[in-house]
């Protein structure tokens, strides 16, 4: 069974940074490419980043390029997000998706709360 | 990177068929054949319901199918279910950015 777990989330003040992780189990994870996907409370859902199998490409959303990192960890099975200069603007449930444009499993979410 | 647009609301009686459109341009749904819906209840992930326009995911109901024309694509939900009742999203591959979704539809069965 396909699992993806999320871990990282919390309340943290605007300029501040946060690593979230997601942990994969029940496929191959180095075979696929992998999607961070958000949503600001009581919003939609906005694509943010993904990045390829050996992590030789990356893509974001220009609303965080310079400020998010992907990257992966094959080794570990596990995806991460490091987030820096977080902004108000930025606090929503960050999930963790399988796949590129089609994102056909995805984790339980991350709650990211930028206040002061 | 502008958001694909849905209606914020559709509605419909159980029995009934309800379609929800997902309008973009030709650098997304008129492009390319990357277009997803996805079912997401409150409080839970989002669902994959369709991928590539009209496919189903394994375990997805019949109910459920996808079209697209131009560059406008289609979620058509026949046979309407109580618990059909959620938010839908449609998603495309870009030209610009890897991948943008609708605004969003909420589907309520009165």
């Known amino acids: 069974e396909v699992q993806l777990v999320e871990s990282g989330g919390g309340l943290v003040q605007p300029g501040g940074s946060l690593r979230l992780s997601c942990a994969a189990s029940g496929f191959t994870f180095s075979s696929y490419w992998m999607s961070w996907v958000r949503q600001a409370p009581g919003k939609g859902l906005e694509w943010v980043a993904n990045i390829k199998q050996d992590g030789s490409e990356k893509y974001y959303v220009d609303s965080v390029k310079g400020r998010f990192t992907i990257s992966r960890d094959n080794a570990k099975n596990s995806l991460y997000l490091q987030m820096n200069s977080l902004r108000a603007e930025d606090t929503a449930v960050y999930y963790c998706?399988?796949?590129?444009?089609?994102?056909?499993?995805w984790g339980q979410g991350t709650l990211v709360t930028v206040s002061s | 990177q502008s958001a694909l647009t849905q209606p914020a609301s559709v509605s419909g009686s159980p029995g009934q068929s309800i379609t929800i459109s997902c309008t973009g341009t030709s650098s997304d749904v008129g492009g390319y054949n990357y277009v997803s819906w996805y079912q997401q209840h409150p409080g839970k992930a989002p669902k994959l319901m369709i991928y590539e326009v009209s496919n189903r995911p394994s375990g997805v109901s019949n109910r459920f199918s996808g079209s697209k024309s131009g560059n406008t694509a289609s979620l058509t939900i026949s046979g309407l279910q109580a618990e059909d009742e959620a938010d839908y999203y449609c998603?495309?591959?870009?030209?610009?950015?890897?991948?943008?979704f609708g605004g969003g539809t909420k589907l309520t069965v009165l």
């Open positions: 998603s495309s591959y870009t030209s610009s950015s890897p991948l943008v």
């Open positions: 998706a399988r796949g590129p444009a089609t994102l056909n499993y």
